[in-house]
């Protein structure tokens, strides 16, 4: 074994340790609804699946603890993780899989939760450490390529998405990172754009953000007939993902058009009683319109990408793990700088741990209730402390940190004029 990989296969397995105790020990509910999804494909519902609770009867066990409109992802979403959670867990006891999907509490203090646990996150372990090949492949160096995949092993936002509250982000980042590593590896700029909006499609039937980098990605080709083709492409994939539910009522209510995807067009500047300026779609456009006139190349489209998703975060009160989509871009910064934005890195760690204290108790200290079951359902950090806060307030100032180093980004990886 070269000197080069024999850290790597030891850090590797130092990941995969604390990936798999992670995910046996914490819990948060978004994961019953992917076992949910096995649960209801399972029960040969594959056409019909959006509109399954449509008939059910009200007294009906699914109703009692979940919404009619439980299923908000793109059809990809519950096909793969429902899918494969069905075939992983088909062979656990119906009693205790029962009362892990519909009574919760009856199956804290069984060990046969922290297995079930696994078998649930462990479908996001192909991707994630997929990323870290990425990542360890962008670059040429040793130490680059070994920083780059130590960086991602153990990043604190992979651990928490994906093995605590587990959720599935880490998918789309994958195809996103992949995208990016094909611009820059494959020679044929033509081919390699055309491949990585394939791929941005297919991201987006997980979840839709990845679309938003297909203009910036297009506009590396120089005519209007290929960048028109390449978009097209990137959304085509996506739109062949969810034709086949279009006629469903229950995905057209409830996934088609959530209210997660519209959170960036909130921040508006007024400019009547029913018309507003919609600050993330400005912004956006011009950096749009930025980007078509100053040439870009394959080396820094991943600033381009980075940009486009720094507008987003700074005008959306974001879930915490979506904040697993710019990981990957913080980390090639950090190698890109040499460390030079260290400290913005912390600001934005800072913030992003206050802003996790401030959700719902579940998504901090409630996440390791399978240790300890009396913070099912408990009082959250700030109680337990015993401080009164207010808490618009404090979102406000963590939010408008972040905004302040997001700023800084977004000027230092402002395009230079060309020529």
């Known amino acids: 074994m070269s000197l080069l990989k024999k850290p790597l296969v030891f850090i590797l397995i130092a990941g995969i340790f604390i990936r798999l105790f992670l995910s046996a020990t914490t819990f948060h509910s978004d994961i019953q609804h992917f076992d ?18 449509l008939s059910l009867n009200k007294d009906d066990q699914f109703l009692k603890k979940y919404p009619v409109a439980v299923f908000n992802y793109p059809p990809t979403t519950y096909f793969y993780l429902g899918g494969l959670n069905w075939i992983l867990t088909s062979w656990t006891d119906h009693d205790f899989h029962n009362n892990f999907l519909f009574d919760f509490t009856n199956t804290l203090g069984d060990l046969r939760l922290y297995l079930h646990l696994i078998l649930l996150k462990v479908p996001y372990l192909p991707f994630d450490i997929f990323i870290a090949y990425l990542l360890y492949n962008l670059y040429a160096l040793k130490r680059e390529k070994i920083l780059a995949f130590t960086l991602w092993i153990f990043n604190p936002w992979v651990l928490y998405s994906t093995y605590m509250i587990g959720q599935f982000d880490i998918i789309p980042t994958a195809f996103v ?11 044929n700029l033509n081919k390699a754009v055309f491949l990585a909006a394939i791929l941005l499609g297919v ?8 679309l938003l980098f297909l203009l910036p990605l297009a506009f590396l080709l120089p005519t209007w007939s290929k960048r028109i083709q390449a978009i097209f492409l990137g959304v085509s994939v996506y739109v062949v993902t969810i034709l086949p539910f279009i006629n469903s009522l ?4 409830t996934a088609l058009a959530a209210n997660q995807m519209f959170k960036s067009l909130y921040a508006q500047i007024p400019i009547s009683g029913g018309e507003g300026i919609i600050l993330f779609v400005v912004l956006t456009g011009f950096f749009y319109l930025i980007y078509l006139y100053r040439a870009g190349s394959a080396e820094n489209l991943w600033q381009r990408f980075f ?15 979506w904040f697993l989509w710019l990981t990957p871009f913080l980390i090639i910064e950090l190698i890109h700088s040499n460390f030079k934005h260290a400290f913005l890195l912390l600001v934005i760690a800072i913030t992003f741990l206050g802003s996790v204290s401030l959700f719902e108790q579940s998504l901090s200290i409630g996440l390791f209730t399978p240790l300890n079951p009396s913070l099912y359902n408990g009082a959250n950090l700030w109680q337990l402390l015993n401080i009164k806060y207010d808490l618009n307030l404090l979102r406000s100032l963590f939010q408008s940190l972040f905004v302040s180093v997001a700023g800084y980004l977004i000027y230092y990886y402002f395009p230079k004029k060309s020529g």
């Open 36 to 53: 949910l999804a096995g649960y209801v494909l399972g029960k040969g519902n594959l056409s019909n699946f959006y509109d399954y609770t």
């Open 177 to 187: 990172v992949l995208a990016l590593y094909m611009v820059v590896k494959i020679a």
């Open 203 to 210: 991201g987006a039937s997980f979840k839709i953000y990845p």
């Open 250 to 253: 229950g995905y057209r209510s």
């Open 307 to 321: 940009v486009i998703l720094l507008l987003f975060f700074i005008f959306t009160h974001y879930h915490p793990q």
